[in-house]
T-cell receptor
């Protein structure tokens, strides 16, 4: 069974550009969550999607957005990139939304903004 | 809001036991997790414990929960160089589907 796949693995963008990251969850998983990981802030929750609907949102500006498709694949978009957006972006998928469901993480996309 | 605290670094000698500590503030935490992140990789769930349990053992891993003090620990017996990684503590409260993570403890295992 394939794990969570995130593409691309590495990305370099310049300030002001926009970027789209992709996450393919484990087959059959319907919940996808996104996290930003930085050395200073640790793991910060961005948003969660379930059945194509955003169910939870973290405390990030509107430049950060996402969506989920009918096949549960998810994308996140960051517009008007800032240097501080440089981070490892992690996606996690889970079968459902219950508290006892395990979240499986992808390897992440390393975004560098220059 | 919820807060999860961990020390940033732990250095141990190969073969010794490692104990990684975590404290949390949300008294309604229902599930508490330990994740491992190796360099260049995502997070891997190591183990979890329900809030109504005191201890859980899984091979070399022992999780201890002191609910009164809101303190969680992960003990790794016979620590190996392959255990070098960042270990994240996380908690999920009854009202949320989203876990709150600590900042991670970097475990360094030296010969």
């Amino acid at each position: 069974k394939a794990g969570v796949t995130q593409t691309p693995r590495y990305l370099i963008k310049t300030r002001g550009q926009q970027v789209t990251l992709s996450c393919s969850p484990i087959s059959g998983h319907r919940s996808v969550s996104w996290y930003q990981q930085t050395p200073g802030q640790g793991l910060q929750f961005l948003f969660e999607y379930f059945s194509e609907t955003q169910r939870n949102k973290g405390n990030f500006p509107g430049r950060f957005s996402g969506r989920q498709f009918s096949n549960s694949r998810s994308e996140m978009n960051v517009s008007t990139l800032e240097l501080g957006d440089s981070a490892l972006y992690l996606c996690a998928s889970s079968l459902a939304r219950g508290l006892n469901t395990e979240a499986f993480f992808g390897q992440g996309t390393r975004l560098t903004v220059v | 809001g919820e807060d999860v605290e961990q020390s940033l670094f732990l250095s141990v000698r190969e073969g010794d036991s490692s104990v990684i500590n975590c404290t949390y503030t949300d008294s309604s935490s229902t599930y508490l997790y330990w994740y491992k992140q190796e360099p260049g990789a995502g997070l891997q769930l190591l183990t979890y414990i329900f809030s109504n349990m005191d201890m859980k053992q899984d091979q070399r891993l022992t999780v201890l929960l002191n609910k009164k003090d809101k303190h969680l620990s992960l003990r790794i017996a016979d620590t190996q160089t392959g255990d070098s990684a960042i270990y994240f503590c996380a908690e999920r409260s009854g009202g949320s589907y989203i876990p709150t993570f600590g900042r991670g403890t970097s475990l360094i295992v030296h010969p």
